[in-house]
Nanobody, 119 residues
Framework: EVQLVESGGGLVQAGESLRLSCAAS????????IGWWRQAPGKDLERVSC????????TYADSAKGRFTQSSDNAKNMVYLQMNSLKPEDTAVYYC????????????WGRGTQVTVSS
């Protein structure tokens, strides 16, 4: 059974940084694409980043490019999202999630972690 557990959210001020962590289990890294999604109040779910299961490349939403970096520690089955220069519009619940490959639809996701950025 795939399990994804996010942590690291919190309340920060605009311009600060946070690192989110995702503890993954129940599958082998590389079998699925893995990444981060977010949902802001009143808005649709948005893919923030995704590491491809086919070539290992990571893609980012335009809103995340240059500020967010996804990384993995395969030995620990951990995935991270380093978020720098945070903006109030980054406020959302962030989810770690798997897909068959990036863009093919969610397969599994965790309960999420709240990120709140104050201005």
């Amino acid at each position: 059974e795939v399990q994804l557990v996010e942590s690291g959210g919190g309340l920060v001020q605009a311009g600060e940084s946070l690192r989110l962590s995702c503890a993954a289990s129940g599958f082998t890294f590389g079998d699925f694409a893995i990444g981060w999604w977010r949902q802001a109040p009143g808005k649709d779910l948005e893919r923030v980043s995704c590491k491809s299961s086919s070539d290992g490349s990571t893609t980012y939403a335009d809103s995340a490019k240059g500020r967010f970096t996804q990384s993995s520690d395969n030995a620990k089955n951990m995935v991270y999202l380093q978020m720098n220069s945070l903006k109030p519009e980054d406020t959302a619940v962030y989810y770690c999630a798997t897909e068959a490959n990036c863009g093919l639809g969610l397969r599994s996701w965790g309960r999420g972690t709240q990120v709140t950025v104050s201005s």
